[in-house]
């Protein structure tokens, strides 16, 4: 039985991690009404930013983290600003969209690979990548442990930001209706913008973390994609808190499902779970 408290372990730090991925799509979801498919390539960009400044130009990984969760925001912006506003002006559909956004994601992801290439990259975080913390007979990592602190912190201020103040309750207006929050007075591109550049900066901050944890390659925003899409329809598109306690609960189904199984079916189990979802709760566990 000594497995147990390794599995609840591991189950929490994969939430986590999904939860970061979640939270970022949840946000930019809830605004516009359809899925960017870019969000997982964005996270890539953010732990390649990070590994280029380390390796290029010697920066140590603090100040590269920052720099890559800004440009990791920059990017979903301008994607906004250069591809979807044009797309909402033409009144286009959500198919439309769609297709859009897996050619962003498409011609990001070869970009990544041409200036990186193909093979696997490792960050580190120096001395502190063998520091490892023994909870309740769990293991984990400082990184790990970061990633975790991160999703619960970031899921609290964007509740509060949400409930609380101006801005939450404008995004809020162009959730519910954009055009009649054009004429009240809202600036909704503006808005917009905000949302992806938040969005995607959330996405950034998970992918230089899922860097130091297990190592960068050009295609691993698909695989963050669509883990952070599951956990947001099981927890419930559009809600903050339901993307969180969607990619928590999906870890601890993924990590207990092959307890006794090859982890080969852990993406399999996943997919089982939205399955199921999508037919018996297509809205979620928490309604937006």
């Given at each position: 039985?000594?497995?147990?408290?390794?599995?609840?372990?591991?189950?929490?730090?994969?939430?986590?991690?999904?939860?970061?991925?979640?939270?970022?799509?949840?946000?930019?979801?809830?605004?516009?009404?359809?899925?960017?498919?870019?969000?997982?390539?964005?996270?890539?960009?953010?732990?390649?930013?990070?590994?280029?400044?380390?390796?290029?130009?010697?920066?140590?990984?603090?100040?590269?983290?920052?720099?890559?969760v800004f440009v990791a925001g920059l990017v979903g912006y301008l994607l906004e600003k250069s591809l979807y506003k044009q797309l909402r002006k033409r009144k286009a559909s959500q198919m439309v969209?769609?297709?859009?956004?897996?050619g962003a994601f498409t011609a990001l992801q070869a970009v990544i690979a041409i200036i990186f290439s193909s093979q696997f990259q490792t960050l580190s975080i120096g001395s502190w990548d063998l520091q490892t913390f023994n909870i309740f007979g769990g293991i984990i990592t400082?990184?790990?442990?970061?990633?975790?602190?991160?999703?619960?912190?970031?899921?609290?201020v964007l509740g509060i930001v949400m409930r609380w103040t101006m801005f939450g309750k404008a995004v809020e207006a162009i959730s519910d209706e954009e055009e009649v929050a054009k004429?009240?007075?809202?600036?909704?591109?503006?808005i917009i913008g905000r949302v992806f550049f938040i969005g995607s900066a959330i996405a950034g901050l998970a992918g230089i973390l899922i860097g130091l944890d297990t190592g960068l390659e050009p295609t691993m925003g698909m695989g963050l994609l669509l883990k952070g899409v599951i956990a947001s329809i099981i927890g419930g598109i559009g809600n903050v808190y339901g993307g969180v306690l969607g990619a928590f609960l999906l870890g601890f189904i993924e990590n207990f499902g092959i307890w006794k199984i090859s982890g080969e079916w852990k993406d399999a189990i996943a997919f089982g779970v939205l399955i199921i979802f999508l037919l018996f709760r297509p809205q979620g566990i928490l309604r937006k």
């Amino acid at each position: 039985m000594d497995i147990i408290p390794q599995l609840v372990a591991n189950s929490i730090i994969a939430g986590a991690f999904y939860a970061l991925i979640a939270l970022g799509f949840n946000l930019i979801y809830g605004t516009t009404k359809f899925f960017n498919l870019t969000h997982g390539v964005i996270a890539a960009i953010g732990g390649y930013t990070v590994f280029f400044l380390t390796t290029t130009f010697g920066w140590n990984i603090y100040a590269s983290a920052v720099v890559g969760v800004f440009v990791a925001g920059l990017v979903g912006y301008l994607l906004e600003k250069s591809l979807y506003k044009q797309l909402r002006k033409r009144k286009a559909s959500q198919m439309v969209f769609l297709v859009a956004s897996l050619g962003a994601f498409t011609a990001l992801q070869a970009v990544i690979a041409i200036i990186f290439s193909s093979q696997f990259q490792t960050l580190s975080i120096g001395s502190w990548d063998l520091q490892t913390f023994n909870i309740f007979g769990g293991i984990i990592t400082v990184v790990q442990l970061v990633t975790l602190v991160s999703a619960i912190v970031i899921m609290i201020v964007l509740g509060i930001v949400m409930r609380w103040t101006m801005f939450g309750k404008a995004v809020e207006a162009i959730s519910d209706e954009e055009e009649v929050a054009k004429v009240v007075g809202i600036h909704t591109n503006k808005i917009i913008g905000r949302v992806f550049f938040i969005g995607s900066a959330i996405a950034g901050l998970a992918g230089i973390l899922i860097g130091l944890d297990t190592g960068l390659e050009p295609t691993m925003g698909m695989g963050l994609l669509l883990k952070g899409v599951i956990a947001s329809i099981i927890g419930g598109i559009g809600n903050v808190y339901g993307g969180v306690l969607g990619a928590f609960l999906l870890g601890f189904i993924e990590n207990f499902g092959i307890w006794k199984i090859s982890g080969e079916w852990k993406d399999a189990i996943a997919f089982g779970v939205l399955i199921i979802f999508l037919l018996f709760r297509p809205q979620g566990i928490l309604r937006k």
